[in-house]
């Protein structure tokens, strides 16, 4: 545990802590004993979980109401973070527009865009820089088992996990000479808001949690869970792109 707060605290980022897994990272981050700022819209949510995890680790808890899909929202988070030494970010806030791209409101989709792809890339811009300053630290990208296939009635949301997966892979080895390491968890379905009406098993946020904190420093991709990693691996070894939007689209039909 001091290992992983020397090289990644005094301060973790959490976007997206309201709920679901960014709150489980938050839970177990402050257990590693890192001071932790929240972030999210939901201020009344983050307020009770700065109180529990403060009172819980002894450890100081900040959060900001921001709304990653604003076009002012890094002023907040710069204005928020002021005087700081952020040694992670993790880049979890999403959100899921489902149905065919053409039918949900224009607005419902660039604002997936914007909160999905556009806020992670500007916040790993942005700390990537102060991570270099001080020669360590990590930022993780919260993406999905969908990152590898297209998915036809939710093609866009697996378009903007698919960037978060490539852009982690890539800062990774271009920030390794620097001690930094980045990673994309790709977690399957997990007990979460946003999948409550799925009937599907699903894993637990705590579970996808510790192997993407287990695994930080050792691998850029990682997969939530045996069943997806092998689900993974079997269907980009033998269908083509082609082949699996034809098998994902008569998946979605059923």
Not at 119 to 144: D, W, Y
Not at 197 to 203: E, L, P, T, Y
Request: net charge positive; with cysteine; hydrophobic share 45%.
């Amino acid at each position: 545990m001091t290992e992983f707060k020397d090289t990644y605290g005094p301060w973790a980022i959490v976007t997206g802590a309201s709920s679901g897994i960014g709150v489980e990272f938050a839970r177990q981050l402050a257990a590693k004993g890192l001071n932790l700022i929240l972030i999210a819209r939901r201020k009344d949510r983050l307020d009770a979980l700065a109180e529990e995890l403060s009172g819980k680790h002894q450890i100081t808890v900040k959060t900001l109401e921001v709304d990653l899909g604003a076009s002012d929202f890094l002023e907040k988070v710069r204005e928020g973070t002021d005087g700081l030494e952020v040694g992670l970010l993790v880049n979890n806030a999403g959100v899921a527009v489902n149905g065919p791209l053409h039918k949900p409101d224009l607005e419902k989709q660039l604002q997936m865009l914007h909160v999905n792809c556009t806020a992670p890339m500007v916040l790993a811009h942005e700390f990537a820089n102060q991570m270099i300053a001080r020669q360590k630290g990590g930022i993780i990208f919260t993406a999905s088992v969908s990152s590898f296939f297209p998915v036809p009635y939710v093609g866009h949301y697996a378009a903007t996990k698919a960037y978060g997966l490539f852009l982690a892979a890539s800062l990774n080895y271009e920030l390794r000479k620097d001690n930094i390491h980045v990673q994309a968890i790709c977690p399957g379905y997990t007990e979460s808001e946003m999948t409550e009406k799925v009937r599907a098993k699903k894993m637990s946020a705590q579970a996808v949690v510790k192997e993407s904190l287990d695994k930080l420093g050792r691998k850029s991709v990682v997969i939530a869970g045996l069943k997806n990693k092998l689900m993974v691996w079997f269907m980009t070894k033998f269908f083509s792109t082609e082949a699996l939007a034809r098998i994902g689209g008569r998946m979605m039909e059923k």
